[in-house]
Protein backbone atom coordinates (compact mmCIF):
# COMPACT_ATOMS: atom_id res chain seq x y z
CA UNK A 1 0.00 0.00 0.00
CA UNK A 2 1.26 3.42 -0.61
CA UNK A 3 -0.12 6.56 0.34
CA UNK A 4 0.61 9.89 -1.26
CA UNK A 5 0.22 13.63 0.05
CA UNK A 6 0.93 16.46 -2.27
CA UNK A 7 2.01 19.90 -1.21
CA UNK A 8 2.99 23.35 -2.65
CA UNK A 9 0.16 24.48 -4.54
CA UNK A 10 -0.55 28.23 -4.02
CA UNK A 11 -1.78 31.47 -5.91
CA UNK A 12 1.30 32.63 -8.21
CA UNK A 13 1.46 35.22 -10.92
CA UNK A 14 2.42 34.46 -14.20
CA UNK A 15 5.57 33.88 -14.92
CA UNK A 16 6.17 33.04 -11.68
CA UNK A 17 7.49 29.16 -9.90
CA UNK A 18 5.78 26.88 -7.67
CA UNK A 19 8.21 23.08 -6.59
CA UNK A 20 5.26 20.89 -5.63
CA UNK A 21 6.17 17.60 -3.52
CA UNK A 22 4.50 14.37 -3.21
CA UNK A 23 5.31 12.22 0.05
CA UNK A 24 4.89 9.22 -0.10
CA UNK A 25 4.98 6.14 2.84
CA UNK A 26 5.02 3.15 1.76
CA UNK A 27 8.39 0.83 1.19
CA UNK A 28 7.60 0.26 -2.25
CA UNK A 29 7.23 3.68 -3.70
CA UNK A 30 10.96 4.01 -4.41
CA UNK A 31 10.41 1.13 -6.59
CA UNK A 32 7.72 2.36 -8.73
CA UNK A 33 6.83 4.37 -11.76
CA UNK A 34 5.15 7.82 -11.02
CA UNK A 35 3.66 10.88 -12.33
CA UNK A 36 1.64 13.62 -11.60
CA UNK A 37 -1.63 14.40 -13.68
CA UNK A 38 -3.62 17.96 -13.07
CA UNK A 39 -7.38 18.58 -13.78
CA UNK A 40 -8.29 22.19 -14.91
CA UNK A 41 -11.64 23.69 -13.73
CA UNK A 42 -14.77 21.87 -15.31
CA UNK A 43 -11.90 19.72 -17.39
CA UNK A 44 -11.21 16.27 -17.43
CA UNK A 45 -7.88 14.88 -15.39
CA UNK A 46 -5.10 15.40 -17.75
CA UNK A 47 -1.56 13.59 -17.95
CA UNK A 48 1.52 16.44 -17.40
CA UNK A 49 4.56 14.39 -16.82
CA UNK A 50 5.83 10.72 -15.43
CA UNK A 51 9.20 9.46 -14.12
CA UNK A 52 10.63 5.94 -14.22
CA UNK A 53 11.84 4.40 -10.82
CA UNK A 54 15.21 5.18 -10.96
CA UNK A 55 14.94 8.75 -12.34
CA UNK A 56 16.35 8.20 -15.40
CA UNK A 57 13.57 8.09 -17.64
CA UNK A 58 10.72 10.54 -18.33
CA UNK A 59 7.92 11.62 -20.12
CA UNK A 60 6.24 14.99 -20.23
CA UNK A 61 3.03 16.91 -21.69
CA UNK A 62 3.56 19.18 -24.69
CA UNK A 63 2.07 21.93 -22.90
CA UNK A 64 4.40 21.71 -20.15
CA UNK A 65 7.86 20.45 -21.81
CA UNK A 66 10.32 22.98 -20.89
CA UNK A 67 9.15 24.34 -18.30
CA UNK A 68 8.47 21.80 -16.17
CA UNK A 69 10.68 19.17 -14.79
CA UNK A 70 9.63 16.12 -12.49
CA UNK A 71 12.36 14.56 -9.87
CA UNK A 72 12.54 11.95 -7.45
CA UNK A 73 14.63 11.57 -4.27
CA UNK A 74 14.01 7.78 -3.60
CA UNK A 75 16.12 8.09 0.00
CA UNK A 76 13.09 10.60 0.87
CA UNK A 77 10.43 8.57 -0.07
CA UNK A 78 9.20 12.20 -2.27
CA UNK A 79 8.60 13.45 -5.50
CA UNK A 80 8.87 16.71 -7.16
CA UNK A 81 7.56 19.29 -9.98
CA UNK A 82 8.99 22.20 -10.24
CA UNK A 83 6.99 24.37 -12.36
CA UNK A 84 8.58 27.67 -14.23
CA UNK A 85 7.37 30.37 -16.42
CA UNK A 86 3.51 29.46 -15.19
CA UNK A 87 0.76 30.69 -17.17
CA UNK A 88 -3.13 31.25 -16.68
CA UNK A 89 -3.97 27.75 -17.97
CA UNK A 90 -1.92 25.88 -16.02
CA UNK A 91 -4.14 26.40 -12.88
CA UNK A 92 -5.59 23.08 -11.89
CA UNK A 93 -5.90 20.69 -9.26
CA UNK A 94 -2.42 18.95 -9.56
CA UNK A 95 -2.23 15.12 -8.02
CA UNK A 96 0.84 12.93 -7.86
CA UNK A 97 -0.06 8.94 -8.57
CA UNK A 98 1.99 5.34 -8.69
CA UNK A 99 1.99 3.17 -10.50
CA UNK A 100 1.78 -0.45 -8.62
CA UNK A 101 4.83 -2.74 -7.90
CA UNK A 102 6.78 -4.82 -10.56
CA UNK A 103 5.68 -1.64 -13.16
CA UNK A 104 8.41 -0.41 -14.64
CA UNK A 105 7.90 2.00 -17.49
CA UNK A 106 6.78 5.51 -17.30
CA UNK A 107 2.94 6.19 -18.68
CA UNK A 108 0.23 8.42 -19.79
CA UNK A 109 -2.57 6.88 -19.09
CA UNK A 110 -4.58 7.89 -15.70
CA UNK A 111 -5.69 3.81 -15.91
CA UNK A 112 -2.19 2.60 -15.02
CA UNK A 113 -1.64 4.18 -11.66
CA UNK A 114 -2.90 2.63 -8.77
CA UNK A 115 -1.91 4.87 -5.93
CA UNK A 116 -3.28 8.72 -6.16
CA UNK A 117 -2.83 11.84 -3.56
CA UNK A 118 -5.65 14.16 -2.80
CA UNK A 119 -4.55 16.91 -4.81
CA UNK A 120 -3.04 20.17 -4.24
CA UNK A 121 -4.56 23.71 -5.75
CA UNK A 122 -2.40 25.38 -8.27
CA UNK A 123 -3.48 29.16 -9.16
CA UNK A 124 -2.13 31.28 -11.65
CA UNK A 125 -3.53 34.80 -12.12
CA UNK A 126 -2.61 36.63 -15.19
Known amino acids: QVQLVESGGGLVQAGGSLRLSCAAS????????MGWFRQPPGKEREFVVA????????RYADSVKGRFTISRDSAKNTAYLQMNSLRPEDTAVYYC???????????????????WGQGTQVTVSS
Open 97 to 115: ASRGLGTTVVSARRSDYLY
Open 51 to 58: IDRSGGST
Open 26 to 33: GRTFSNNP
